[in-house]
């Protein structure tokens, strides 16, 4: 099954390309815009005393050097090699396999002036899971990510790593040693194409469609994670009746209030008198602080689906206007901003979060001191929240915005940068943080529903918790509940 490149992409596209496994090839009007383009470009540089910048002069503040006919090929190699600056931590796999994807429809839409053997090449290291090994560090997320996409288009020229898995291993080998294996020769680079492949914001998008995809889903976790939490608390339903909405018509708060609604139709222990006024703000207020993380994103999927679908090189080329344009559509501010705002949106679930937990291993409500029948000799459920709180406070951390930052570079020639691939790895772990705190509240959820008993919760919390107990038991006595947790993350991950 293959997706075609076309004009538009989609989030939802996207995940089917990944769920399905799904390979890429170019439509027809896109290869027709990238041949047209590049011919075009060829035509420009065959007059002479053309000078266009990064097709044949330097980059940067070396912008006014031009460089000679026969050296443009080594200029643009020389360009990815000299901007292969990246270090730290690798970036994931799967993040790596989207920078991919979105080079390619950025390329795709004949403003770049690459070869389209770049665009194939770049196709086959997708579809056959040849995947550069990038790293986290290097990028100021304007003048495009350099350090961090000229890693990705190294292997282009035999060059640089890519990982290869072997026996279910993955390790960074030579990519020349790949090439060969697949019978793939490296390829030449033409003028502008250097620039073309490393000027881009795809490393900050690529994590951007990653974290906003697994924001998407966190939210509707965390909903229902709360209602197996607000049954297991005893708490009251009406502060989620639809009329108390409808009057402040936010509509991720209208939505979250429905979901879980939905999720506690039909529950015994709803139904059951309750004691208490009011339910304190973690489980009260579910509607107001998930739909306003809802409601985040979506505007931030907006701005993602729009960056996905535009060209982000520099310079870019306009055939029919005869016009080749130097200006900035490489710098990341709009997705820096977004993904600042993202990381706030996402750390609120969890900081929400661990306050149900904390509430629920408080000796309140008829529930024992956390959560164990025979607390003194067993410390039950106490030391997870402390784990929770500790994940809190990191995100809470990670939440400093990198977009209002900016360091002057390249001798004063890129002096305003965006900061986004900070914004975009920072925001990467405040949502792995985030799983692994709402994990924590299922945990403690789930073994505080087993003292309502023997009335029920609703059919969907019901079955929800008997998945959940195939992959971590009732805890009676003290165990090592780290196991506990990472069963509980890899279920938060896998529903």
Known sequence: MHHYITEQLTLADIQSILKEDKKLALSQEASNRIKKCRAYLDEKMSKKDAVFYGVNTGFGSLCNTQISHDELTQLQ???????????????????????????????????????????????????????????????????GDLAPLAHLCL?????????????????????????????????????????????????????????????????TNANKVAAVSIDAFDAKLEPFSHQLHDVRAHKGQIETAKQI????????????????????????????????????????????????????????????DDLILSGGNFHGQPLALVLDFLAIAVAELGSISERRTYQLISGLRNLPAFLTANPGLNSGMMIPQYTAASIVSQSKQLCTPA??????????????VSMGANAATKCFKVIENTQRVLAIELLNAAQALEFRRPLKSSNAVEQLVADYRKVVTYNTVDRALYLDIEASVQFIQQH
């Open 77 to 143: 190699e020389n360009l990815l090699l000299s901007h292969a600056c990246g270090i730290g931590d690798v970036v994931p796999r799967e993040v790596v396999k989207l920078m991919l994807l979105l080079k390619v429809q950025s390329l795709s839409y004949g403003h770049s002036g690459v070869q389209l053997l770049t665009v194939e090449r770049l196709i086959s290291f997708f579809n056959n899971d040849i995947l550069p090994v990038v790293y986290q560090q290097g990028s100021l997320g304007a003048s």
């Open 155 to 219: 292997p282009l020229l035999g060059k640089g790593e890519v990982w290869k898995n072997t026996d279910g291993n993955w390790k960074a080998v030579a990519s020349i040693d790949v090439l060969n294996h697949h019978q793939i020769t490296p390829i030449e680079l033409q003028s502008k194409e250097g620039l073309a492949l490393i000027n881009g914001t795809q490393f900050m998008l690529a994590y951007a469609v990653h974290n906003i995809i697994s924001a998407q889903q966190l939210y």
């Open 261 to 320: 609604r939905e999720l506690l139709a039909e529950s015994e222990i709803i139904k059951q008198p309750k004691v208490q006024v009011q339910d304190p703000y973690a489980f009260r207020c579910i509607p107001q602080v998930h739909g306003a993380s809802f409601d985040t994103f979506q505007y931030v999927s907006s701005v993602v689906e729009t960056e996905m679908n535009s060209v982000t090189d520099n310079p870019n080329i306009f055939v029919e």
């Open 403 to 416: 977009s209002v930052d900016s360091i002057v570079s390249s001798n004063g020639q890129e002096d305003h």
